[in-house]
T-cell receptor, first 111, second 113 residues
C-alpha cells in the first residue's frame, strides 16, 4: 500500500515570504496527486491535481502554484504568501483504484 | 446548492448507541461514495466506500446508498468515545480521469462516555 510523506509538518511564515511544501509518495507508480487546503473549521478545498509528470491542473486561481518534477513528487509553492493562505495543506493520491489517501498534512500559519 | 451536503453537527450520542451520519449529493452522475474520518488536527482517513445501492458493512460501520434519493449514510454501531471525530462524505463524479473527489464539509460526532 502507498505511503505519503509531507514536510514540513508545521510552518510559520510572514506575509510576503515564499513557500515550498513537498509531498512524496511511496508504494505506487503513476498515481494521481492532489493538493487540498482546509481552513480552520472548514471543508476541503481542492487546489491542484496532477495526472502525470509536468501535468498540473489548477482548480482555484490564486497566488499558489504546483509542480510535479518526478512521478511521486508533488510540490506546492508561492512567491508571496497572503494571510488568507493560512490553513492545513494536505497532499493526497489516488493510487489507481478507488479512494483517495491523504498525507499527514502541513499546518501553515501566515503572520 | 452545494454538491455534497452534510449537517455540521455536532451529533451527540451516548457510548454504545448507533450513530447515524447523513449526506446528500446533487450530481446524478456520481459514481462512488466515500466516508472519511478526521480527528482534530489530523488528516482525513478513508474508512469506507460504496458503489451500489444498498448496504455495505465493515465491522461496526455500515454504509448505505440510495441513488434514487441521492442519499448516502454511515451507521456506526456500538459507538465508542474514540469514534468522536468529524466524518467527511465524498463523492466521485464522472469525469475524464481526474479522479478528484468532491467533499462535504463534515459532521462532527461526539460520543459521550
Amino acid at each position: 500500500s502507498q505511503t505519503i510523506h509531507q514536510w514540513p509538518a508545521t510552518l510559520v511564515q510572514p506575509v510576503g515570504s515564499p513557500l515550498s511544501l513537498e509531498c512524496t509518495v511511496e508504494g505506487t507508480s503513476n498515481p494521481n496527486l492532489y493538493w487540498y487546503r482546509q481552513a480552520a473549521g472548514r471543508g476541503l478545498q481542492l487546489l491542484f491535481y496532477s495526472v502525470g509528470i509536468g501535468q498540473i491542473s489548477s482548480e482555484v486561481p490564486q497566488n499558489l502554484s504546483a509542480s510535479r518534477p518526478q512521478d511521486r513528487q508533488f510540490i506546492l509553492s508561492s512567491k508571496k504568501l497572503l494571510l488568507s493562505d493560512s490553513g492545513f495543506y494536505l497532499c493526497a493520491c489516488t493510487p489507481g483504484g478507488e479512494g483517495q489517501y491523504f498525507g499527514p498534512g502541513t499546518r501553515l500559519t501566515v503572520t | 446548492q452545494k454538491e455534497v451536503e452534510q449537517n455540521s453537527g455536532p451529533l451527540s450520542v451516548p457510548e454504545g448507541a448507533i450513530a447515524s451520519l447523513n449526506c446528500t449529493y446533487s450530481d446524478r452522475g456520481s459514481q462512488s461514495f466515500f466516508w472519511y474520518r478526521q480527528y482534530s488536527g489530523k488528516s482525513p482517513e478513508l474508512i469506507m466506500f460504496i458503489y451500489s445501492n444498498g448496504d455495505k458493512e465493515d465491522g461496526r460501520f455500515t454504509a448505505q446508498l440510495n441513488k434514487a434519493s441521492q442519499y448516502v449514510s454511515l451507521l456506526i454501531r456500538d459507538s465508542q468515545p474514540s469514534d468522536s471525530a468529524t466524518y467527511l462524505c465524498a463523492v466521485k463524479i464522472v469525469d475524464t480521469g481526474r479522479r478528484a473527489l468532491t467533499f462535504g464539509s463534515g459532521t462532527r460526532l461526539q460520543v459521550q462516555p
